[in-house]
């Protein structure tokens, strides 16, 4: 079984803050995905990676940097924390790309309250 | 722009009532689909994928969904649900050679007894 873990299921931190979301794939993917989600817009791409070291921005990236130095970790950096990005935040990992069919394995989640 | 559309943010419904969850994207070339699922408090799990072959496709646990090119939609059903049902449904469309899978906004399917 593929397994997605997140270092912290909850988390609260203070406005202005350095926060830092883990994310570990124990199946040796090269793709990497950190999304949000938030009620009523569904989950949003932050970034993703396709491989160590490599980074793309996804479709919301402000507010946020990635740090990819091994291939199984995957982490999503709020460089300031501010209250609009209290939310969900998943990480997923598929087998390959997704435009070839496959499917993504998500985590357990990090819901993140900053206040 | 490619997009995903899940009209339906609430799906209220009786157990053992049928269901369906209603998915629409913008361009039907070269697609690969997918309903996720997230129950309470956890992450997304794969219900069911259209990748290629018979249009209707089926999950486990009694769900099927059905790739329709003509009208770009991809409806989830279930004859009779029930409450352990209840439960968040997302419907995702990957474009054929993009790295990208992108998700509808979810329809909340609540289950009374």
């Known amino acids: 079984d593929v397994k997605v873990t997140q270092s912290s299921r909850y988390l609260v931190k203070r406005t202005g803050e350095k926060v830092f979301l883990e994310c570990v794939q124990d199946?040796?993917?090269?793709?990497m995905f950190w999304y949000r989600q938030d009620p009523g817009l569904g989950l949003r791409l932050i970034y993703f990676s396709y491989d160590v070291k490599m980074k793309e921005k996804g479709d919301i990236p402000e507010g946020y940097s990635v740090s990819r130095e091994k291939k199984e970790r995957f982490s999503l950096i709020l460089e300031s924390a501010s209250t609009n990005q209290t939310s969900m935040y998943l990480c997923a990992s598929p087998p390959g790309t997704s435009g070839r069919g496959y499917e993504q394995y998500f985590g357990p989640g990090t819901r993140l309250t900053v206040t | 722009a490619q997009s995903v559309t899940q009209l339906d943010s609430q799906v209220p419904v009786f157990e053992e009532a049928p269901v369906e969850l209603r998915c629409n994207y913008s361009s039907s070339v070269s697609v690969y689909l997918f309903w996720y699922v997230q129950y309470p408090n956890q992450g997304l799990q794969l219900l069911l994928k259209y990748l290629s072959g018979s249009t209707l496709v089926e999950s486990i646990n009694g769900f099927e969904a059905e790739f329709n090119k003509s009208q770009t939609s991809f409806h989830l059903r279930k004859p009779s649900v029930h409450i352990s049902d209840t439960a968040e449904y997302f419907c995702?469309?990957?474009?054929?050679?993009?790295?990208?899978?992108?998700f509808g906004t979810g329809t909340r399917l609540q289950v009374f007894p």
């Open positions: 995702a469309v990957s474009w054929m050679n993009t790295d990208k899978l992108i």
């Open positions: 199946m040796d993917h090269e793709n």
